[in-house]
């Protein structure tokens, strides 16, 4: 009877120290986006900029502008207004705006940009989590122009799942805030 308890607790040790099998999955998601080229938008605005050729550009009252990207299902939403004693305002309204996603937001990080001899002053918000909008961005030369943008996605916002496109969108945007300029 000794020996079966001893035969019965090492079959037990030698059993017990297997891997763990865990479900491999099926596949990797391979996400390929275009090489962008850019090109300079010259339209009569108090602005310009250089965008991707990979988007669509659609022109809007007031001198704002949607950038879309159709095959990313997003798009970014250029608002423009002119500084008229209400510059404080401005970028009271815009920090608004980013703080408005803090409920679904888990961080809001800030870059600042300042570009004294383009006169290009601004700062751009990365929100990750699912908020509505991950990232948000005001530019102004502090005495006449005023612009804010806003990256949106036309789905239920799932953070993990679009933040490749975040970062390829995110590209677009930095070139945009480098090559903006004030028409005068």
């Known amino acids: ?19 763990d099998v865990l479900p491999k999955p099926k596949g990797y ?11 300079k938008v010259l339209v009569a605005k108090p602005y310009s900029f250089e965008v991707s050729s990979n988007v669509e550009l659609i022109e809007q009252p007031k001198y704002w ?8 299902k997003a798009t970014v939403n250029i608002t423009y207004r002119p500084i008229v004693n209400n510059l404080k305002e401005l970028l009271v309204e815009s920090e608004k705006l980013v703080y408005e996603h803090a409920v679904k937001a888990e961080e ?29 961005f005001h530019l102004t030369d502090s005495t006449n122009n005023f612009i804010k943008g806003a990256l949106y996605f036309y789905a239920t916002p799932n953070y993990d ?9 995110k590209k677009d945007i930095m070139r945009l805030i480098e090559t903006l300029e004030w028409q005068k």
Not at 1 to 19: P, Q, T, W
Not at 111 to 118: A, G, I, Q, R, V
Not at 161 to 169: D, E, G, K, R, T
């Open 1 to 19: 009877m000794r020996n079966f308890y001893i035969l019965f607790l090492v079959g037990f040790l030698f059993s017990s120290c297997k891997e």
């Open 29 to 39: 998601l391979s996400l390929q986006y275009p090489t962008s080229n850019y090109k």
């Open 65 to 72: 502008r949607q950038i879309r990207y159709p095959k990313l």
């Open 108 to 136: 809001i990080t800030t870059k600042n940009f300042e570009n004294f001899e383009t006169r290009v002053f601004g700062s751009m918000q990365e929100i990750s989590g699912n908020a509505a909008s991950q990232i948000q």
């Open 161 to 169: 799942s679009i933040l490749p496109a975040v970062a390829y969108i």
